[in-house]
């Protein structure tokens, strides 16, 4: 059996390596890479920005070598061009030549990933904007960010416009325009929002909302100024544009591969398209909520990565199937720290979903052990099925992954009045004797 995978990267390359651990010789396992390396942990990207390491190769997980004495063969910098679906070819241009060659396949794994949106009016191609997306872009940003007291505007309060800002602010001036009344508003309600928007006011960020851009004042190709739609006027030395991603299936439009409005490949659990041997995974991929059985597009490495070892199973013959996304995460913005999973009130308002919700606080753990934090906890629920909706937490030290005790509830649907007296974990330097936790449970018990 011939497996070609398009995109060496996190999704693919997981299960290219778990089928090969397990068929050896039986298969042959070819994958075309766009980029000069494989497998990058994009997630590190802003971390290297800030310089907290200094050596980018430390964000590829494996390199071609080492996939080679795994027998599972990476082509660089070899962009997939074309797809015969019927013929079950592919045509493949090597970027260092301009050449194009063809190559078959038995089974086909789609993993392109997704790329960052552009702006209509603050293009990728003028000289001082940037974006985070690969290596490259990082090494642009580095750059910008240790030239030290740049006026650097950040669009997008999205998790990579957060984590850049995190990792420029020591260094410069940031600004950050977000178009909408509340930063990350998708995925943080307003109260654990303003908590965010709090820290970041607090660490000398100039955080502007519902910033809706009417005019671009662009000289020598360089934007030079930002003009707000309420006449706030931003200058600027440097742009990062995050807002957001985009599926890299441009190659697939017009094929017989179903995509959806916005180009990401539709699959069912066990992430087959409508084309019989074609798979696709990842960021250029929909999912689905586990809880809604909506579909929904969730562009993290925790859901490409699953779904790698589903699809190999998949593929091998075995009965599995990927279980769905609750859109759990976690983030760090100076020292708050944010996690997350399932609805937002937003949303189950939108979905007239009947709910309740509790908003609490409290410390992280005993006041005579030092270092004591503020912890903050939202939860939503329904009180007719006895179900979480929903939960965040906003904390400091690591004190939101209590998320992890949150998690299991909504992933089994399990009622909330069987964890009232749930044996969580105390000790003075981790937790008060009754966590805030309890106290969450407790009244969701109906104490
Ligand atoms: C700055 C940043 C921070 C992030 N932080 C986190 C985090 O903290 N936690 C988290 O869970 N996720 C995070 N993510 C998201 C995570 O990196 C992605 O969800 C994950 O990499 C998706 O894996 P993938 O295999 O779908 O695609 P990718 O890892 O994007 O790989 C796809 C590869 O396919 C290549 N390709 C595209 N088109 C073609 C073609 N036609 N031919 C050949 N090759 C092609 C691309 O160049 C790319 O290398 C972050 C992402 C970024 C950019």
């Given at each position: 059996?011939?497996i070609?995978?398009?995109?060496a990267?996190?999704?693919?390359?997981t299960?290219?390596?778990?089928?090969?651990r397990?068929?050896?010789e039986k298969?042959?396992?070819?994958?075309y890479?766009?980029l000069?390396?494989?497998?990058l942990?994009?997630?590190g990207?802003?971390?290297f920005?800030g310089?907290?390491?200094?050596?980018?190769?430390?964000?590829?997980?494996r390199?071609?070598?080492?996939?080679?004495?795994s027998?599972?063969?990476?082509?660089?910098n070899?962009e997939?061009?074309?797809?015969?679906?019927?013929s079950?070819?592919?045509v493949?241009k090597?970027l260092e030549?301009n050449?194009e060659?063809e190559?078959?396949?038995?089974?086909l794994?789609?993993?392109?990933?997704?790329?960052?949106?552009?702006?209509?009016?603050?293009?990728?191609?003028l000289?001082?904007?940037?974006?985070?997306?690969q290596i490259e872009?990082a090494?642009?940003?580095k750059a910008?960010?240790?030239?030290?007291?740049?006026?650097i505007?950040v669009?997008?309060?999205?998790?990579i416009?957060l984590?850049?800002v995190?990792?420029?602010?020591?260094?410069?001036?940031i600004?950050?325009?977000?178009?909408?009344?509340?930063?990350?508003?998708?995925?943080?309600?307003?109260?654990i929002?303003?908590?965010l928007?709090?820290?970041?006011?607090?660490?000398?960020?100039?955080v502007?909302t519902?910033?809706?851009?009417?005019?671009?004042?662009?000289?020598?190709?360089?934007?030079?100024?930002?003009?707000l739609e309420?006449?706030t006027?931003?200058?600027?030395?440097?742009?990062?544009?995050a807002?957001?991603?985009?599926?890299?299936t441009?190659?697939l439009?017009?094929?017989?591969?179903?995509?959806?409005?916005f180009?990401?490949?539709?699959v069912n659990?066990?992430?087959?398209?409508n084309?019989?041997d074609?798979?696709?995974?990842?960021?250029c991929?929909?999912?689905f909520?586990?809880?809604?059985?909506q579909?929904?597009?969730?562009p993290l490495?925790?859901?490409?990565?699953k779904?790698?070892?589903?699809?190999?199973?998949?593929i091998?013959?075995?009965?599995d199937?990927?279980q769905?996304?609750i859109?759990?995460?976690?983030i760090?913005?100076?020292e708050?720290?944010?996690a997350?999973t399932?609805l937002?009130?937003?949303?189950?308002?939108?979905?007239?979903?009947?709910?309740?919700?509790?908003f609490?606080n409290?410390?992280?753990h005993?006041?005579?052990?030092?270092g004591?934090?503020?912890i903050?906890?939202?939860?939503?629920?329904?009180?007719?099925?006895?179900m979480?909706?929903?939960a965040?937490?906003?904390?400091?030290?690591?004190?939101?992954?209590?998320i992890?005790?949150?998690?299991?509830?909504i992933?089994?649907?399990?009622?909330y009045?069987?964890?009232?007296?749930l044996?969580?974990?105390?000790s003075?330097?981790?937790?008060?004797?009754f966590?805030?936790?309890n106290v969450?449970?407790?009244?969701l018990g109906?104490?």
């Open positions: 059996m011939k070609v995978i398009i995109g990267a996190t999704g693919g390359m299960a290219a390596a778990k089928i090969k397990s068929l050896k298969v042959k396992i070819t994958a890479q766009k000069a390396y494989p497998s942990g994009a997630c990207l802003p971390y920005v310089d907290n390491f200094s050596d980018s190769n430390k964000l590829i997980a390199t071609v070598e080492e996939f080679d004495k027998d599972i063969k990476v082509h660089v070899h997939v061009v074309k797809v015969d679906f019927v079950k070819k592919i493949v090597n030549t050449k060659i190559d078959y396949y038995d089974k794994i789609i993993s392109t990933g997704a790329k960052a949106r552009e702006l209509p009016n603050i293009k990728y191609s000289k001082n904007v940037y974006k985070l997306n872009d090494v642009a940003l910008v960010n240790e030239k030290k007291n740049q006026n505007t669009i997008g309060g999205g998790f416009g984590e850049a995190e990792n420029m602010q020591k260094n410069n001036n600004t950050l325009l977000e178009a909408t009344p509340r930063l990350s508003q998708k995925v943080y309600d307003a109260e929002g303003d908590l928007k709090q820290e970041l006011i607090d660490n000398k960020v100039n502007i519902d910033a809706r851009i009417k005019n671009v004042v662009i000289e020598n190709d360089e934007v030079k100024k930002i003009i309420d006449g006027e931003v200058k600027t030395d440097a742009v990062l544009v807002i957001g991603v985009v599926p890299n441009e190659f439009k017009g094929t017989l591969v179903k995509l959806n409005e180009g990401a490949v539709i659990e066990k992430l087959e398209t084309i019989k074609v798979y696709s995974l990842g960021d991929a929909l999912t909520d586990r809880v809604t059985k579909q929904v597009h969730v490495a925790t859901i490409a990565s779904q790698g070892k589903v699809l190999a199973n998949v091998m013959g075995k009965n199937a990927f769905g996304s859109g759990t995460s976690i760090q913005v100076f708050g720290q944010i997350r399932g937002t009130e937003d949303y189950v308002v939108a979905n007239k979903i009947p709910y309740k919700k509790l609490l409290g410390v992280d005993t006041h005579y052990v030092q004591a934090k503020p903050y906890v939202k939860v939503i629920y329904n009180p007719e099925t006895k979480i909706l929903g965040q937490i906003y904390g400091y030290n690591n004190s939101v992954l209590r992890n005790s949150i998690v299991p509830l992933w089994n649907q399990t009622n009045q069987t964890v009232r007296d044996d969580l974990p105390y003075p330097p981790f937790a008060k004797s966590d805030i936790m969450l449970f407790g009244m109906g104490e």
